[in-house]
């Protein structure tokens, strides 16, 4: 079993996943990243999932747990969490819809369960913050694009200049979005196919590392955007509009228009969070996480033209 990430005492974490499960084989590391490191551990009826969480994404384990604990019909099993040493340990929930190749049908039934856990987490959303889940609230974006302006982005000068000069605008569409009324709660914000797993007919819910507090339509900006790109549908395409208003079933009616503000808006807000990774990334780590980046920061600067 290799070195965890941050040099953790990889046979304390063994020792750990023993405690709780009883591997059938050799523990082993599948993913590692400078955001979290993920382990396979094999089991006689199938299979555990080890993740240990960096620092900017330590409260996960925590969050997913408390997830578990309310909808545990859509979110990974937890079968064991350490808050203070941000490690996480998941039951197997199964195959990501990435290697069905994205079909839209897996989101139209995955995004109202969705969006019923996201009401249902309204009610839980200080306690989220006071455990450090990021606050993305509307009211802070400004301030935030702000700030953001200020950091070495791996854009062009031009392109940079482009977003300084949308400021004003932004803080506008975000007071326009503030006045529709929809109550803030837990964005996901990695909404992809890699992060919606099948199992005997049932979709879950994973990955929570990237998510935070805000407003909750804002989270198809990310299955939209992957739905263009992988699946190669057209914004004209009529699956998003029946994508979004599957989506809103469970919020009620006349939230359309709130819903393309907000996408609008979480197009920009995904900057600043996908910042967030970037400024607890090593130097030497940021030339190959850029490259993403720019594609999200020009996705914004696309907005700006419109």
């Given at each position: 079993?290799?070195?965890?990430?941050?040099?953790?005492?990889?046979?304390?974490?063994?020792?750990?996943?023993?405690?709780?499960?009883?591997?059938?084989?050799?523990?082993?590391?599948?993913?590692?990243?400078?955001?979290?490191?993920?382990?396979?551990?094999?089991?006689?009826?199938?299979?555990?999932?080890?993740?240990?969480?960096?620092?900017?994404?330590?409260?996960?384990?925590?969050?997913?747990?408390?997830?578990?604990?309310?909808?545990?019909?859509?979110?990974?099993?937890?079968?064991?969490?350490?808050?203070?040493?941000?490690?996480?340990?998941?039951?197997?929930?199964?195959?990501?819809?990435?290697?069905?190749?994205?079909?839209?049908?897996?989101?139209?039934?995955?995004?109202?369960?969705?969006?019923?856990?996201?009401?249902?987490?309204?009610?839980?959303?200080?306690?989220?913050?006071?455990?450090?889940?990021?606050?993305?609230?509307?009211?802070?974006?400004?301030?935030?694009?702000?700030?953001?302006?200020?950091?070495?982005?791996?854009?062009?000068?031009?392109?940079?200049?482009?977003?300084?000069?949308?400021?004003?605008?932004?803080?506008?569409?975000?007071?326009?979005?503030?006045?529709?009324?929809?109550?803030?709660?837990?964005?996901?914000?990695?909404?992809?196919?890699?992060?919606?797993?099948?199992?005997?007919?049932?979709?879950?819910?994973?990955d929570w590392g990237d998510a935070s507090i805000s407003h909750p339509f804002a989270s198809l900006v990310v299955t939209f955007r992957f739905l263009e790109e992988i699946n190669n549908l057209r914004p004209t395409d009529p699956w998003?509009?029946?994508?979004?208003?599957?989506?809103?079933?469970?919020?009620?009616?006349?939230?359309?228009?709130?819903?393309?503000?907000?996408?609008?808006?979480?197009?920009?807000?995904?900057?600043?969070?996908?910042?967030?990774?970037?400024?607890?990334?090593?130097?030497?780590?940021?030339?190959?996480?850029?490259?993403?980046?720019?594609?999200?920061?020009?996705?914004?600067?696309?907005?700006?033209?419109?």
């Open positions: 079993m290799p070195l965890l990430l941050n040099s953790l005492d990889s046979a304390a974490a063994e020792d750990w996943i023993r405690a709780h499960v009883e591997p059938v084989g050799a523990i082993e590391a599948v993913h590692v990243r400078p955001w979290a490191t993920v382990l396979r551990v094999p089991l006689a009826d199938g299979v555990a999932w080890f993740k240990q969480c960096a620092p900017v994404q330590a409260f996960e384990p925590r969050l997913t747990a408390e997830l578990f604990a309310r909808w545990p019909d859509r979110v990974a099993e937890v079968l064991a969490y350490d808050e203070e040493r941000a490690w996480l340990l998941l039951g197997d929930a199964g195959t990501p819809i990435r290697t069905l190749g994205n079909p839209p049908e897996k989101w139209l039934a995955v995004l109202p369960l969705y969006a019923e856990l996201q009401r249902g987490e309204t009610a839980h959303i200080l306690q989220h913050l006071i455990h450090h889940v990021p606050d993305l609230r509307v009211a802070t974006l400004p301030a935030r694009y702000r700030d953001l302006l200020h950091h070495d982005l791996p854009l062009a000068s031009d392109e940079i200049g482009r977003l300084r000069s949308y400021a004003p605008r932004f803080a506008e569409l975000c007071d326009e979005l503030t006045e529709c009324g929809v109550p803030e709660t837990l964005q996901h914000d990695d909404l992809h196919m890699g992060n919606v797993y099948e199992q005997a007919g049932r979709l879950r819910l994973l998003f509009m029946r994508l979004r208003d599957a989506y809103l079933e469970p919020w009620g009616k006349g939230f359309s228009e709130a819903f393309m503000l907000a996408i609008r808006v979480g197009t920009f807000a995904h900057t600043v969070a996908w910042a967030r990774q970037r400024n607890a990334l090593p130097l030497n780590a940021r030339p190959d996480f850029d490259v993403g980046y720019a594609v999200v920061l020009r996705r914004a600067i696309a907005l700006t033209f419109e």
